[in-house]
């Protein structure tokens, strides 16, 4: 079963910068785009970025835009999420989804990265 493994969490002072990537395992698939979730403790999960995989357009979290950016590499089939300027209030576990059909729904999901911003 095709899943995504996110990588590049961990501990950060507030203002530093942290970037996460995000990998297919087990295999390959139709990629129409992919997102960046995020969800803090005691909170929902919220949307942070997404980037259709074709075109490159990349949308924004209003709240997130401006600090973190959203990235692909096709060669590699790799998502990144670059983030800077982090503050406290960024500490969640950051999830990687992708959308393999050509529906709003995100049908695969990684198993999450935690991002913890000390201040």
């Known amino acids: 079963q095709v899943q995504l493994v996110e990588s590049g969490g961990g501990l950060v002072p507030a203002g530093g910068s942290l970037r996460l990537s995000c990998e297919p395992s087990g295999g390959t698939f139709n990629t129409y785009a992919m997102g960046w979730f995020r969800q803090a403790p005691g909170k929902e999960r919220e949307w942070v970025a997404a980037?259709?995989?074709?075109?490159?357009?990349?949308f924004y979290s209003d709240s997130m835009k401006g600090r973190f950016t959203i990235s692909r590499d096709n060669a590699k089939n790799t998502l990144y999420l670059q983030m800077s300027s982090l503050e406290p209030e960024d500490t969640a576990v950051y999830y990687c989804?992708?959308?393999?059909?050509?529906?709003?729904?995100?049908?695969?999901w990684g198993q999450g990265t935690q991002v913890t911003v000390s201040s």
């Open positions: 980037i259709n995989w074709s075109s490159g357009s990349t």
């Open positions: 989804a992708a959308r393999t059909r050509p529906t709003p729904k995100y049908d695969v």
